[in-house]
């Protein structure tokens, strides 16, 4: 049979002037021969509704964005032709990377052909698409600043300027300082591998003196200019490391703008961060990132000062991390493909995809963080979220459970049950294992966004929901069997009787954690129904500050990520021509630079704000320039809402200076001709 060559375009209508929005798919054959009694698969953020109808066409399976869709009885796609299938049901598409981004073509024989799709088109809108990181230039001759440093310092007090060194040559005093010392070489020398920042003064190296010093604060330094070069000094090895990661960004800037930027002749820069949680989520299971990909981020987020790396190791598209008790979780749950377990979500095609990091490397990651200052925070997402783990241990599920209900992302029965005993055995040997490979002594739960039909037609949660709330609120409950719900967003389900099983099951798991001598790490929603204690728990905001806010109030340490600011997976703004997510809105560099998470605080309630983080959701992340624009340089705006007073901010010194930060994977905005 003649090879068979198939592309894939689609083409997004919004709804306007009184006409229905419309997703058009167009498969055309560039063969030579007829195809027919076929069906296209496709994947991509976006994801038709469950009662979508298909105009020129039928869906046959659908489960979160993975599609699989047939043309009429008896049609045949023939050489040169185009099959147009067109849905008026899906969650709307904002940008142009929500559509399709991945497909492929079944025969019947059962034969898989690979589908060249194009990035989906908006109806009037031309503009060319954005893809690498946003290039900020320093303004020749008005630079706002004579120093570059990310984040600014807390009091920098230098004067004049040397010739620029070629380099630094590191002479540490004992042990700490030798420690911090090789942590920065080893940083510089993978980050900026032919700058030789780190060099012997045979090599034209200005000696650096680096001492350990009494009197500092955990993660402060100080770092003094003299005629015979600078000397770095703090009491931590964090605080050193800090130290010198800000004489190195002064060097490159003034190597990379010698006339606009100085290296001191003298002079003093005391700095300390002005909050001690400043973190970077990494969402591993929408996309896996290898662990080398996780290893140069932590060298970026460390060369933003950020010391808190939260792990998000499973959900309902994938199980990442190796479980030596439960093999199947990553020889099922950590691979996608077409006929297995977990079908081709999120731009994977049919061939299996995916994987998961052994128990060795993860080690290795934790020795290469802490080297760093930095704390790795693992999650493992539940009760919710739990599609693939249910898929990869099927005995998870209330065997005796009927029904379906449906989680945001339209995952059915995606939560672990609360009244479902072998859930708590699974759970108490996972979180042994994983706070044996994580010494930040935290397990972080997730606790997100759980249906609140979740369990409605399970009989052991609805006794448990008798038990706990009474009869009718059993009854209510039970009532929502078949409900859909998540309508405009995830559910909230404060108040209600997956609210009480979801406490339940927080507390239980709770105590198992403070068993283990760790503390408890969730998203807001771990908070309903007083199911941590305070003292052993934090909590990150997400839905919006008032709600973390609030949170602060009844006395929960909060660390605030709001998604219309802080996650990253949403777009630079509106235009259809930028990547990203739009659920939360849009959030440009300098929005998400001036947005002030401290704003309308009480004194009381700031105490217990106890900092910061960016979140990588990697749904849009299907090729990596779209993670460089999505990511930067906005996480390091984010940075400096941990490290740098309000006060102290300042967006045309932060622009000027954000095109000198280090990028993951080197993929710049293509300039418009």
């Known amino acids: 049979m003649p090879a068979i060559r198939l592309s894939l375009a689609t083409q997004w209508t919004p709804a306007r002037d009184g006409a229905p929005l419309a997703y058009a798919l167009k498969l055309t054959n560039h063969s030579v021969a007829d195809i027919t009694a076929f069906r296209l698969c496709l994947t991509g953020p976006a994801s038709f509704d469950a009662d979508s109808v298909i105009e020129g066409g039928r869906i046959l399976t659908r489960l979160s964005n993975f599609t699989e869709l047939a043309p009429p009885e008896g049609f045949t796609l023939r050489p040169g032709d185009t099959w147009v299938a067109t849905a008026r049901q899906l969650y709307p598409l904002r940008h142009w990377s929500d559509g399709a981004t991945a497909a492929y073509v079944i025969l019947s024989d059962g034969t898989r052909v690979p589908v060249a799709v194009t990035p989906t088109e908006m109806t009037g809108d031309n503009a060319p698409l954005k893809k690498g990181a946003a290039r900020y230039a320093l303004p020749a001759g008005r630079s706002p600043v004579s120093l570059s440093i990310i984040p600014w310092p807390k009091s920098v007090a230098t004067s004049g300027a040397r010739t620029v060194p070629g380099g630094l040559d590191l002479r540490p005093t004992g042990a700490l300082a030798s420690g911090a010392a090789l942590a920065f070489t080893r940083l510089v020398a993978d980050l900026f591998a032919v700058e030789g920042l780190v060099r012997p003064v045979a090599e034209g190296g200005l000696p650096v003196h680096i001492v350990e010093a009494a009197g500092f604060g955990p993660e402060a330094y100080e770092v003094s200019f003299a005629a015979a070069g600078p000397t770095v000094s703090a009491t931590t090895h964090a605080g050193l490391v800090y130290g010198l990661i800000t004489l190195g960004q002064i060097l490159r800037g003034a190597k990379a703008h010698p006339f606009d930027l100085v290296f001191p002749a003298a002079g003093t820069i005391s700095d300390a961060p002005a909050l001690g949680f400043r973190g970077t989520h990494l969402d591993v299971a929408r996309q896996f990132y290898s662990s080398a990909e996780v290893a140069k981020l932590l060298k970026v987020i460390a060369w933003n000062k950020m010391n808190r790396f939260h792990w998000h190791l499973s ?157 009718e609120a059993a009854r209510r409950h039970a009532a929502l069997k078949g409900v859909t719900g998540n309508h405009g967003g995830a559910d909230a389900i404060g108040g209600s009787g997956t609210a009480v099983l979801q406490a339940h099951f927080i507390r239980r798991v709770h105590e198992i954690i403070k068993s283990k001598g760790a503390k408890t790490g969730g998203w807001e929603e771990a908070a309903h129904g007083g199911a941590v204690d305070r003292d052993s728990t934090y909590l990150i905001g997400w839905r919006n ?28 703004s509106l235009s259809w021509s930028e990547p990203g997510a739009g659920w939360a809105g849009w959030s440009g560099p300098e929005e998400t630079y001036t947005f002030d998470p401290r704003a309308g605080w009480s004194e009381a309630e700031l105490q217990r704000l106890i900092g910061v983080q960016s979140c990588i959701w990697s749904e849009p992340m299907t090729d990596r320039a779209i993670f460089d624009r999505l990511v930067f340089p906005r996480l390091s705006a984010i940075a400096e809402a941990g490290w740098t007073s309000p006060d102290r901010k300042s967006w045309p010194r932060f622009a000027a200076l954000a095109g000198l930060m280090p990028i993951m994977y080197g993929n710049w905005e293509i300039p418009e001709a």
């Open 545 to 572: 500050v008032e709600a973390s806010r609030l949170l602060a109030a009844e006395g929960y340490d909060i660390v605030v990520s709001p998604g219309q600011r802080y996650y990253l997976d949403m777009a630079n």
């Open 315 to 471: 959900e309902d598209e994938a199980w990442r991390l190796e479980i030596r008790a439960y093999p199947e979780l990553t020889e099922i749950g950590a691979w996608r493909g077409h006929g297995l377990k977990v079908p081709p979500l999120l731009g994977s095609g049919p061939e299996p995809t995916g994987g998961f990091y052994t128990q060795a490397a993860v080690r290795e990651l934790v020795t290469l963080a802490a080297d760093l200052g930095i704390a790795i925070i693992p999650e493992i997402d539940i009760p919710g979220h739990c599609w693939a783990a249910i898929q990869a241990l099927p005995w998870l599920a209330d065997p005796d459970e009927t029904g379906a209900y449906l989680s945001v992302q339209s995952f059915p029965n995606n939560c672990l049950n609360p009244a479902h005993e072998p859930v708590y055995t699974f759970l108490e040997t996972v979180i042994g294992e994983v706070l044996e490979l994580f010494p930040a002594g935290i397990f972080h739960l997730g606790a997100d966004e759980v249906p609140l039909a979740a369990w409605s037609g399970s009989p052991k949660a609805l006794a448990l929901l008798e038990e706990l709330a009474g009869p």
